[in-house]
T-cell receptor, first 112, second 114 residues
Framework: EAQVTQNPRYLITVTGKKLTVTCSQN?????MSWYRQDPGLGLRQIYY???????DKGDVPEGYKVSRKEKRNFPLILESPSPNQTSLYFC???????????FGSGTRLTVV | AQSVTQPDIHITVSEGASLELRCNYS??????LFWYVQSPGQGLQLLLK??????LVQGIKGFEAEFKRSQSSFNLRKPSVHWSDAAEYFC????????????FGTGTQLKVEL
């Protein structure tokens, strides 16, 4: 089945403890992107990647890192999480964003 | 910069009634427009998309949307709503720069009364 897989689905962590949210797609998509969803703000892009080893900042990149060493994987790294990064995170992929993204099921992160 | 406005935060309709969700966009060139649906606890599912051509586009689950350039709108419609349509709906516009970024509206929460 064609899909974007994120792990974990739920995560509670403490301030400052490094964490990684994994994202993998099995559709051979070029484009991958991370979004965060907050009430009343919709979805905002954190980082995106147009191909392997090509990544760039979205609208809200502060406090996040990403890497794209392989086409299928696009992990999101929080080096020192803070409570304002408590949010619902979505990974998405596409052959071209102009075709519309396929989204993962989301990761609900709580930082205390 | 591209932007999307969804003026209705919440909408309640009766099952069987028609539905229209509003979306206005701002984009300098020909927009690429999308509607996504998010059911509780789920990711986003693409309902339909518009790139060019016929301004009335059909999507999944019986939804359609009409692109009106003069009004910068891309409203979503359904003739008869089912209880299972209760969800949050997001309109989005894609640009050709910045990794073809999707810019989302803030969403419209649809409640369906039985």
């Amino acid at each position: 089945e064609a899909q974007v897989t994120q792990n974990p689905r739920y995560l509670i962590t403490v301030t400052g403890k490094k964490l990684t949210v994994t994202c993998s797609q099995n559709m051979n998509h070029e484009y991958m992107s991370w979004y965060r969803q907050d009430p009343g703000l919709g979805l905002r892009q954190i980082y995106y990647s147009m191909n392997v080893e090509v990544t760039d900042k979205g609208d809200v990149p502060e406090g996040y890192k990403v890497s794209r060493k392989e086409k299928r994987n696009f992990p999101l790294i929080l080096e020192s999480p803070s409570p304002n990064q408590t949010s619902l995170y979505f990974c998405a992929s596409s052959f071209s964003a102009l075709e519309g993204y396929t989204f993962g099921s989301g990761t609900r992160l709580t930082v205390v | 910069a591209q932007s999307v406005t969804q003026p209705d935060i919440h909408i309640t309709v009766s099952e069987g009634a028609s539905l229209e969700l509003r979306c206005n966009y701002s984009y300098g060139a020909t927009p690429y427009l999308f509607w996504y649906v998010q059911s509780p606890g789920q990711g986003l599912q693409l309902l339909l998309k518009y790139f060019s051509g016929d301004t009335l586009v059909q999507g999944i689950k019986g939804f359609e949307a009409e692109f009106k350039r003069s009004q910068s709108s891309f409203n979503l419609r359904k003739p008869s709503v089912h209880w299972s349509d209760a969800a949050e709906y997001f309109c989005a516009v894609a640009g050709t720069g910045g990794g073809n970024k999707l810019t989302f509206g803030t969403g419209t929460q649809l409640k369906v009364e039985l």
